[in-house]
Antibody, heavy 121, light 106 residues
Framework: QVQLQESGPGLVKPSQTLSLTCTVSGGSISSGSYYWSWIRQPAGKGLEWIGRIYSSGNTNYNPSLKSRVTMSVDTSKNQFSLKLSSVTAADTGVFYC?????????????WGPGTLVTVSS | DIQMTQSPSSLSASVGDRVTITCRASQGISTYLNWYQQKPGKAPNLLIYAASSLQSGVPSRFSGSVSGTDFTLTITSLQPEDFAIYYCQQSFNTPFTFGPGTKVDV
């Protein structure tokens, strides 16, 4: 059974960089058959796709966040990571990592439980 | 970006009811449409992918369909554990976008 788990600081100061890691267990991140995404959800609001990374390191970012987002993958640790720079209070929310099979219609079949990140001084 | 809308934004229902939620995209997305259920404090859970394919392990009372540009999620007999928020998501192109959600409550 594949499991994903987000980790990282729960509190980040404004203007700093938010850094999160997703650890994948029960399957290899380098299998080449999946995309690995980050999705966020402000409190009481809807879902926003941040971007995705393939095991090769290829990335696609949401244009609304592209200038501030960097994703990376560490196949040796079976992890992928998110960095979001210059954060403001508007970046506060729950961040999820998720897996999507490399299928013609990409869907998120496994999610981490989510981690709450608060941006505050 | 493709904008997703859902209707209704919320609905009240009872156990045993048939519930229908509609999702529409701002442009044609073929059948690149997925449905998720989210309960409070939990991550979303995939119900339907590619408009009408039932995800493994999801009860058969959930179904998805498409008619033109309208996508529908149907719950044939609502169960107590089905009270939640339901989101649609398009995967036609990036950035992937989600609908605003439909809250199903008592």
């Amino acid at each position: 059974q594949v499991q994903l788990q987000e980790s990282g600081p729960g509190l980040v100061k404004p203007s700093q960089t938010l850094s999160l890691t997703c650890t994948v267990s029960g399957g290899s991140i380098s299998s080449g058959s999946y995309y690995w995404s980050w999705i966020r959800q402000p409190a009481g609001k809807g879902l926003e796709w941040i971007g995705r990374i393939y095991s090769s390191g290829n990335t696609n970012y949401n244009p609304s966040l592209k200038s501030r987002v960097t994703m990376s993958v560490d196949t040796s640790k079976n992890q992928f990571s998110l960095k979001l720079s210059s954060v403001t209070a508007a970046d506060t929310g729950v961040f999820y990592c998720a897996r999507a099979p490399d299928f013609w219609s990409e869907y998120f079949d496994y999610w981490g439980p989510g981690t709450l990140v608060t941006v505050s001084s | 970006d493709i904008q997703m809308t859902q209707s209704p934004s919320s609905l009240s229902a009872s156990v045993g009811d048939r519930v229908t939620i509609t999702c529409r995209a701002s442009q044609g997305i073929s059948t690149y449409l997925n449905w998720y259920q989210q309960k409070p404090g939990k991550a979303p859970n995939l119900l339907i992918y590619a408009a009408s394919s039932l995800q493994s392990g999801v009860p058969s009372r959930f179904s998805g369909s498409v008619s033109g540009t309208d996508f529908t999620l149907t719950i044939t007999s609502l169960q107590p554990e089905d009270f939640a928020i339901y989101y649609c998501q398009q995967s036609f192109n990036t950035p992937f976008t989600f609908g605003p959600g439909t809250k199903v409550d008592v």
